[in-house]
């Protein structure tokens, strides 16, 4: 058994996993005992040469991110938008390619917005998820078309449109799903709850971890959803029972600033942030309570 805790404590990225402390607790041939656990818990504050390598890459992203947005505000600015967009064309990614179309679409050109989302297979072999989200945000923007061609914005759809617009998010939470869901949250007031795993065909690795009748309470549950986000995340959690000491959702970025505390007053809620002024990038999600970090998550900001 202290073999097994040697190889977990030198592990923290995995043994962090959701349901892997659990799992050792009810559900392994051999439960481990509650003081290893603990070590192993304890390990997760000590940084993996991983851990290290994955924040100087996202502190690195960070800043070219910033530096690029800065550029595309000037580029604002002296009303240059052609150069804006050359930003976003020179970096060649799936995600660059939906950013540069967004941004077209901001300009009301939606057939160049068009061409933009179909342009992907080109630099990109699309498998069926992604295959999927390129037709979704076509179907999006030729929705926005046919409004504007009818004398309205994206704040004036019909309802038949919005109802469109419900049917292509449905099961969906890729990038074209989360801006229609924002559209319709914000706009229409249809909002939706983030993906927490327990849905039919969510991913295997968002589902719950497998659930042994034990007379032991469940410990408390904690989402950041959705991630990576755009605009708004949302921080969901149950306590299990009323908290009795302090209990927050403490957001840092990626060499370690204290961005936001948001205190978890209640034995369950959900707590929203709005994101659109934070610089795009990694950033660390720490659920604490009596001041023990009870979960770590990853939020990437897009």
């Not at 659930?211 to 959705?226: I, S, Y």
């Not at 600033?257 to 369950?268: E, H, K, W």
């Not at 709005?274 to 990694?282: N, P, Q």
Request: glycine letters at 4%; a negative charge.
């Amino acid at each position: 058994m202290a073999m097994k805790a040697e190889i977990c404590t030198a592990n923290p990225d995995a043994t962090q996993k959701e349901g892997f402390i659990k799992w050792l607790e009810y559900e392994a041939i051999e439960p481990m005992p509650e003081y290893l656990r603990d070590l192993i818990r304890a390990s997760w504050e000590t940084s993996t040469y991983r851990t290290e390598l994955e924040m100087t890459m996202g502190d690195q992203h960070m800043e070219m991110t910033q530096a690029a947005q800065g550029l595309m505000e000037y580029y604002e600015m002296n009303e240059e938008p052609d150069s804006v967009r050359w930003v976003w064309q020179q970096i060649r990614t799936t995600a660059a390619r939906y950013a540069e179309a967004v941004h077209v679409l901001g300009q009301g050109n939606y057939a160049e917005a068009i061409a933009v989302v179909q342009s992907i297979p080109t630099d990109h072999v699309l498998k069926t998820e992604q295959y999927q989200e390129q037709q979704r945000m076509l179907n999006y923007i030729s929705l926005l078309a046919t409004a504007k061609n009818a004398g309205r914005d994206a704040y004036h759809l019909s309802t038949a449109e919005v109802a469109q617009l419900e049917s292509l998010r449905v099961n969906a939470y890729d990038r074209s799903a989360n801006w229609i869901s924002n559209l319709l949250c914000v706009a229409y007031h249809s909002c939706r709850a983030p993906l927490t795993g327990g849905e039919a065909g969510a991913p295997k690795s968002r589902r719950p971890a497998s659930q042994v009748a034990h007379d032991t309470p469940e410990g408390p549950n904690f989402r950041t959803a959705p991630n990576p986000a755009q605009a708004w995340v949302t921080f969901t959690y149950d306590l299990k029972e009323q908290p009795t000491e302090n209990a927050f959702v403490v957001v840092k970025d990626a060499v370690g600033r204290q961005i936001v505390a948001l205190a978890m007053p209640n034995r369950q809620g959900q707590l929203v942030m709005d994101t659109r002024e934070l610089a795009k990038g990694m950033y660390t999600v720490s659920y604490t309570v009596a001041s023990r970090s009870v979960q770590l998550d990853r939020l990437i900001l897009e």
